[in-house]
């Protein structure tokens, strides 16, 4: 017959066991692409050119047309995108009974102190025994 009992333990340190999933899917990625400038037209700062310039304008009622700038279009594409999750599946659990150290792994947090199940046995040479 085995002698039971509940005690508690000083917890002396807990460490998370994570476990690490990784999932992918693919989302839409949008990016805008600005229309190219036209190039400016090319000057030249000549008296020539001036004069030349300034009589055309008296004589044309039309202003040089502008070049025509098209607003930036959205370039959409599906691109796949990884994400990492880390969730704690466990602790690994040090702790004090007795002046001895022990360590197990447990579903939960236990805080700073530890219920622990004691159990004594005599020993008797040669009787085999199950441990739970």
Do not use: H
Request: charged content about 30%; aromatic content about 10%; some cysteine.
């Amino acid at each position: 017959m085995e002698n039971v009992r509940l005690d508690y333990a000083q917890v002396l340190a807990v460490e998370p066991v994570y476990q690490t999933l990784r999932a992918s899917r693919t989302e839409m990625k949008c990016e805008e692409k600005p229309a190219p400038r036209p190039a400016p037209p090319m000057q030249d700062d000549g008296r020539w050119n001036k004069l030349v310039d300034s009589v055309k304008g008296v004589f044309t009622r039309d202003p040089e047309p502008q070049p025509k700038v098209e607003p930036a279009k959205p370039t959409c594409r599906m691109v796949p995108v990884e994400r990492e999750f880390r969730r704690p599946i466990a602790y690994d659990v040090d702790y004090l009974y007795k002046g001895f150290k022990y360590r197990s792994r447990l579903a939960e947090d236990p805080g700073n102190r530890l219920r622990i199940r004691v159990s004594v046995m005599p020993y008797i040479p040669g009787q085999s025994f199950a441990t739970p």
